[in-house]
């Protein structure tokens, strides 16, 4: 059995109400989603969900067929996995994941990831060796031969 858990090398998460943000400091690249279904997607991924766990959660929770939901989620997971943003676990003993009941269905809408690299540079930046002396960070040191 894999589970899916969040990759803790260089990886951090917050969220922020109805935001999850995540910063992969390796990559340098920053993510953000909004939408419920990949909120909910992502509490259980903390959890250590297997694929079927996160399935039937979100059946439980939201107006959706369990053709539609594997439809949506199986990109959605892949492009956490091919971001680093999370890791394929095997796991060799059961675990469980309560299935709550809901009294009122949610709206299912696809998972979607944003994903940001206008801070790149800045992010990849080391603070101790990359930096200017004189300016400090975030500016860079020039490279010999004067080139920025």
Excluded: C
């Excluded at 979100?58 to 107006?63: C, Q, S, T």
């Excluded at 801070?119 to 200017?132: E, G, R, S, T």
Aim: glycine content about 6%; overall charge negative; hydrophobic content about 40%.
């Amino acid at each position: 059995m894999q589970i899916f858990e969040i990759n803790t090398n260089g990886v951090a998460a917050e969220s922020f109400g109805n935001e999850v943000v995540l910063i992969n400091l390796l990559r340098g690249n920053y993510y953000s989603f909004r939408d419920p279904v990949a909120i909910s997607i992502w509490r259980l991924i903390e959890k250590g969900s297997t694929k079927e766990q996160i399935l039937q959660n979100l059946i439980a929770k939201f107006e959706v067929t369990g053709i539609n939901v594997l439809e949506a989620v199986t990109p959605f997971l892949n492009q956490l996995v091919h971001e680093n943003l999370i890791l394929i676990k095997d796991l060799h003993s059961e675990n469980e994941i309560f299935v709550p009941e809901y009294q009122v269905k949610l709206v299912f809408t696809n998972p979607t990831l944003e994903i940001y690299d206008d801070l790149q540079a800045m992010i990849m930046l080391d603070p101790v060796h990359d930096v200017d002396i004189q300016k400090g960070w975030p500016h860079k040191k020039e490279e010999q031969g004067g080139n920025k």
